[in-house]
């Protein structure tokens, strides 16, 4: 029988586990699993920073529905992804990250780049672990797996010391694991489905909220079909968006705050009551909003709001199961009620205020215009990919999803530097569909390496810069008696030329001040075939309107 090295091993594991693709940055001592991995015909797509490898195959693990790898050196390669894994972890998304470690049989003795990098990765995993013996990293590889990608998905870290990776074994000797079953659909009991219709039914003012636990469990059809049926308002969290195309009826995203504050009875699929839905608490909620709340997760039910009734399973498989029971038990919310009237009210005023802030022509621009810009020529099964804080936020708004798992941005964790990672999976994953990576200046800063990336791997990223000259909106007001002649903490360099980074790789840069710049950039990058990058003058004062409550924008 052939001798394989466990760099092969590693690299034919991942192969039967599904893995499709491997982001990394590599040296001393994963070179070789790097190599393995297109020998066996996949791609490796190396980046500039090791972040990057992290919140791509995070991204690329979401996007795909299964599970992506990264790979990076030992010591500072490893714990520059620790941010990927806690970002990873708070957006309940699987990857699994291979870290190179310093070799076993120099234990203790100051070997190059060694560090705790199994500890250093528990906080922020699911399953953390060292291959320790050369002919039993399928099975890790194949239990990693499985604690990724079953119930509330996660990150998982595997350790690989140099010396098993380079170590070498007859084939017959590796204890060789089957590709891992597809995650369960656990599915509710018969009463809970009935308690929750009939709950529905009580409701004056209900409310549909879609997050993307069920982009995760691929229950747009079932979701499309019970918003459809049951005719309630519906809004989706920032990534939720797409698993109800945008232009579906009864929408109330343009409605948000009056939903959430007057909403009697929210149905609350795959997304969780924290900051993001502003704990379900007033002023933004009501005071004794009802909830009925679908979760793989037993241990989320009730947080932070009690839950009325609970079900607790698989989104696509328990959607199915509501269906069902309105497929026998046909019922829907009146479409004559105030509720639906006052919605659709507030949804055309805000149409109203947006369209008028959309069609300035002021130079430099406001948020909004650009926007509408972008959104005029966007496919529908674009990807859209977007982080920094106006940016960010006003993007939310303005620009809509029509497919699932094609909106990523800061989530979660907030997380700024998230862009560039998602982008580059956005396009491995999405090959000859339209990736814009939408970036505010500051969140721009923490990845432009990645720009080298995109053009060496020929992945035609639109990359978008809103250009404020600074952190958040500009660079923040200092108080009246500030004289200590320092530079502002969050002022960067003003109309700083981000496209010829863009240009310096062999791509197409543009700078932006006019919206008619604007159109005709963006009417030409999306006629070229590689990357470009567009600079867009942001007004360093403009911000979005003015947030009924401050700290949404947190
Ligand atoms: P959002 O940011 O869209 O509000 P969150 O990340 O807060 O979404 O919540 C996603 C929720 O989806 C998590 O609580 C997670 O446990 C849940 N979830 C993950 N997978 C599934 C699944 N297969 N079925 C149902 N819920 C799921």
């Given at each position: 029988m052939a001798e394989l090295s466990g760099a092969q091993i590693v690299a034919k594991s991942l192969a039967t586990q599904g893995v499709e693709e491997m982001f990394g940055l590599v040296g001393v001592p994963v070179v070789p699993i790097s190599i393995a991995w297109q020998q066996e015909g996949k791609p490796f797509i190396g980046v500039r920073h090791e972040q990057a490898a992290g919140y791509a195959a995070q991204a690329a693990s979401y996007m795909r529905t299964h599970l992506s790898a990264a790979l990076v050196v030992s010591g500072p390669g490893m714990t520059n992804v620790i941010s990927a894994l806690g970002n990873a972890q708070a957006n309940c998304w699987p990857m699994i990250l291979l870290g190179g470690a310093a070799n076993i049989t120099l234990s203790q003795m100051g070997d190059f780049q060694d560090a705790p990098q199994v500890e250093a990765a528990r906080p922020f995993v699911k399953w953390s672990d060292q291959a320790r013996d050369v002919r039993l990293i399928p099975r890790l590889i194949a239990q990693a797996t499985r604690s990724a990608i079953n119930g509330r998905p996660g990150p998982v870290y595997l350790d690989l010391p140099g010396d098993i990776i380079d170590a070498v074994v007859d084939e017959s000797e590796v204890q060789w694991a089957p590709r891992v079953e597809e995650p369960q659909r656990p599915m509710v009991s018969q009463e809970s489905v009935e308690s929750a219709i009939e709950a529905l039914k009580t409701a004056s003012n209900p409310l549909v909220i879609v997050g993307k636990g069920m982009a995760w469990s691929k229950a747009e059809q079932e979701v499309q079909e019970f918003v459809d049926k049951t005719g309630i308002p519906w809004l989706a969290t920032p990534m939720g968006a797409g698993v109800v195309p945008a232009d579906a009826p009864?929408?109330?995203?343009?409605?948000?705050?009056?939903?959430?504050?007057?909403?009697?009875?929210?149905?609350?699929?795959?997304?969780?009551?924290?900051?993001?839905?502003?704990?379900?608490?007033?002023?933004?909620?009501?005071?004794?909003?009802?909830?009925?709340?679908?979760?793989?997760?037993?241990?989320?039910?009730?947080?932070?709001?009690?839950?009325?009734?609970?079900?607790?399973?698989?989104?696509?498989?328990?959607?199915?199961?509501?269906?069902?029971?309105?497929?026998?038990?046909?019922?829907?919310?009146?479409?004559?009620?105030?509720?639906?009237?006052?919605?659709?009210?507030?949804?055309?005023?805000?149409?109203?205020?947006?369209?008028?802030?959309?069609?300035?022509?002021?130079?430099?621009?406001?948020?909004?215009?650009?926007?509408?810009?972008?959104?005029?020529?966007?496919?529908?099964?674009?990807?859209?990919?977007?982080?920094?804080?106006?940016?960010?936020?006003?993007?939310?708004?303005?620009?809509?999803?029509?497919?699932?798992?094609?909106?990523?941005?800061a989530g979660t964790w907030g997380t700024m530097g998230v862009g560039p990672g998602f982008a580059l999976a956005a396009q491995v994953v999405n090959p000859g569909k339209r990736v814009i990576a939408l970036e505010g200046d500051a969140a721009f800063g923490f990845g432009p390496g990645e720009v080298e990336t995109a053009v060496r791997q020929k992945l035609p990223i639109t990359w978008i810069i809103f250009n404020n000259n600074g952190i958040g909106g500009g660079a923040p007001e200092l108080p009246e008696d500030y004289e200590t002649g320092a530079i502002n903490p969050g002022q960067l360099t003003p109309m700083a030329h981000y496209e010829k980074i863009m240009e310096a790789f062999g791509g197409k840069g543009y700078y932006c001040r006019s919206p008619e710049e604007l159109e005709a950039a963006l009417d030409d990058s999306f006629q070229q075939e590689g990357s470009t990058l567009i600079n867009v003058e942001i007004a360093p004062g403009a911000q979005r309107r003015q947030q009924q409550f401050r700290w949404l924008q947190r």
């Open positions: 009864n929408n109330a995203a343009a409605a948000r705050t009056h939903v959430l504050k007057n909403a009697d009875l929210v149905v609350l699929l795959g997304a969780r009551l924290n900051w993001i839905l502003h704990f379900g608490k007033p002023p933004r909620f009501k005071e004794d909003v009802r909830i009925i709340q679908l979760d793989i997760e037993p241990a989320e039910i009730g947080t932070n709001v009690p839950t009325e009734v609970a079900l607790v399973g698989d989104g696509k498989a328990v959607m199915g199961q509501l269906n069902s029971y309105l497929d026998e038990n046909p019922w829907s919310f009146e479409d004559s009620t105030e509720w639906i009237a006052s919605i659709n009210a507030e949804v055309e005023r805000k149409a109203a205020e947006q369209a008028e802030w959309a069609s300035s022509n002021e130079s430099p621009m406001n948020y909004y215009r650009p926007l509408k810009e972008i959104q005029d020529r966007m496919p529908r099964d674009a990807v859209f990919v977007t982080e920094g804080e106006n940016t960010m936020a006003i993007a939310r708004q303005v620009i809509q999803s029509y497919e699932p798992r094609k909106r990523l941005d």
